[in-house]
């Protein structure tokens, strides 16, 4: 398995090595929505490198991570528990996340 915290780490001394920013997060959200943009257009493009434009996604993120101090690995974990466990229901057609038989969210597709 792959040590995500080991990756979020050299992702950061990578930015810290080659002077790229590290103090500034407004702007590491902003290249993130960049690199998720050229992802889709890949996508979209039906290009042969929407692999690489996703794996930048991830590398923008895991960056982000350890500016904010986020154990990014950890967090992955628990969602994907909490996610597990949620509930949903189809109702109108339209998928809906239910706890105790109440209507907590509709999702909007």
Avoid: W
Avoid at 11 to 25: E, M, R, S, T
Avoid at 37 to 46: D, G, L, P, Q, V
């Amino acid at each position: 398995m792959i040590d995500l915290k080991k990756i979020q780490e050299e992702v950061y001394q990578n930015k810290v090595n080659k002077g790229f920013n590290v103090k500034d997060v407004n702007l590491e959200f902003c290249y993130i929505h960049e690199e998720l943009a050229e992802a889709f257009s890949a996508y979209r493009k039906n290009l042969p490198d929407v692999g690489e434009e996703i794996a930048d996604v991830c590398i923008y993120l895991f960056g982000l991570a350890q500016i904010l101090g986020v154990d990014l690995e950890g967090e992955i974990v628990r969602k994907i528990e909490i996610n597990k466990n949620r509930q949903f229901k189809m109702i109108d057609g339209k998928m809906t996340r239910m706890d105790d038989g109440k209507v907590i969210s509709v999702n909007k597709n």
